[in-house]
C-alpha cells in the first residue's frame, strides 16, 4: 500500500508522519486489498478543535473517505483512523457473499 501525505509545512513533523503511517498501515490488517491512501491535514480557525485529518482510500472499485476533527492533530489524526477501521470493516462486510 502506498501512504501520499500532504499537510501544511508547519504540520509536516517528522512524529506525526510516523503516526500517520502507524495508524495507515494498521487499516491493512482488516483489508488487504487496500491500494493507495492519502492523508490530508490542516488546520482550521475553530478555537475548541482546530486541527482537520482526512484519509481517503483507494481499494478496488471504489473509494472510501473519513474528516475528523481534535484538539491536536494527534488526536484528529486518531479519530479519523478509527472511524476509517469502521468504514473498512463495513466495507469488508458488504463484500463477503451471503450464504
Known sequence: M?????????TANPNI???INRKVERLAKFYDRIVEADVYMKEDADPKQP???QIR???PN??????ER???LEEAIDNASKAMERQVKKFKEKLR???
Not at 471504489?62 to 474528516?67: A, G, K, N, P, R
Open 2 to 10: 502506498q501512504i501520499n501525505l500532504e499537510s501544511l509545512p508547519q
Open 17 to 19: 508522519k510516523s503516526l
Open 51 to 53: 486541527a482537520i485529518a
Open 57 to 59: 482510500l483507494n481499494v
Open 62 to 67: 471504489d473509494t472510501l473517505f473519513c474528516e
Open 70 to 72: 481534535g484538539a491536536s
Open 97 to 99: 457473499p451471503h450464504v
